[in-house]
């Protein structure tokens, strides 16, 4: 396993996205997946109050509290998503804090390691933002705090804000980002923030670290592998397909066939080895072996590496 830190945090690279436990994976599954990505040395759990309403944070609680583990995980989760189904944005001081108390109680801790807002809301002033955030830290609920899909350019105000005020800043950011060139205007979502030449020069410039979610393109190249481009979806088309997308398949493809490496642990090495932003690419996965599959692109040679990223 590749290690970082983040701020005081040693982390693991590899985070373990866990939107649908409790849910879709139901939770012996959901067990399973956890005590094996332990044991593979990974220890960034990636959840959200929104996820199955609280399930996802309530199969983690009881994961934990089951294997006496909350010592040996740091624990990431998102509040002030916006209201479902009316899309209405809650970023006030108390959507925020009834979040945070909703995850505390069902993650069954006392804090959490990392708190993301899970959106931003642009006609709000980050004075208005930051403050409130800052006073969680104090509080001793969060340890850090974090922005999920928020522009470079607002979390750059964000923090000349903190700091000016000698608030607690963002340290690190959760964006899509994945070995595909993203097409913005075909994602299902237009309040999701993918990375982009923009976003990717803030972050460079800025060195903060990316938690990237939708790190294995939905399993795009596995696809393609299989069947071509014409057994995409046509969600899958409208989000990822264009000529970048198409040259980058083409060399994760051809080194896949060479060395019988699989596309998603080429993909994730697309990520984990980006000398200019740091990644920590979110999983998704459902069966134990799509951990060990992902694990590969944790010991690649040099040569594979120069010519994927080439």
Not at 146 to 159: D, E, K, L, Q
């Amino acid at each position: 396993m590749l290690y970082t830190h983040l701020q005081s945090l040693k982390s693991s690279r590899l985070s373990l996205g866990t939107a649908p436990f409790g849910t879709t994976i139901p939770r012996e599954t959901a067990f399973r997946l956890l005590d094996a990505y332990i044991d593979a040395g990974g220890n960034l759990l990636d959840t959200a109050a929104v996820y199955g309403f609280g399930v996802s944070e309530q199969t983690i609680g009881a994961w934990m509290a089951s294997r006496g583990a909350r010592d040996r995980v740091l624990i990431s989760t998102k509040g002030a998503h916006p209201a479902i189904p009316s899309w209405e944005k809650r970023i006030t001081e108390a959507d925020i804090r009834a979040d945070m108390e909703a995850s505390l109680r069902n993650l069954n801790t006392s804090c959490v390691d990392i708190y993301f807002l899970h959106r931003d809301d642009e006609a709000l002033p980050v004075s208005e933002i930051m403050p409130v955030l800052d006073r969680l830290v104090r509080e001793g609920k969060t340890r850090y705090i974090g922005a999920s899909n928020w522009t470079v350019a607002r979390i750059n105000a964000a923090n000349a804000f903190a700091r000016a005020e000698g608030l607690t800043e963002f340290s690190v950011s959760q964006i899509m980002w994945n070995a595909a060139c993203i097409n913005r205007d075909g994602l299902y979502d237009q309040t999701l923030v993918a990375m982009d030449g923009t976003e990717y020069a803030g972050y460079a410039e800025n060195r903060m670290p990316v938690m990237a979610y939708t790190s294995q393109a939905q399993g795009l190249f596995s696809f393609i592998q299989k069947g071509g481009y014409d057994s995409l979806s046509d969600a899958m088309k409208a989000t990822y397909l264009n000529d970048t997308t198409r040259r980058r398949a083409e060399i994760i493809l051809s080194v896949a066939a060479e060395t019988g490496i699989s596309p998603t642990a080429l993909s994730l090495a697309y990520l984990l080895y980006d000398h200019r932003v740091e990644a920590l690419p979110i999983l998704g996965i459902s069966k134990v072996e799509r951990l060990t599959e992902a694990a590969e692109a944790m010991d690649l040679s040099e040569e594979i590496l120069m010519t994927l990223l080439s």
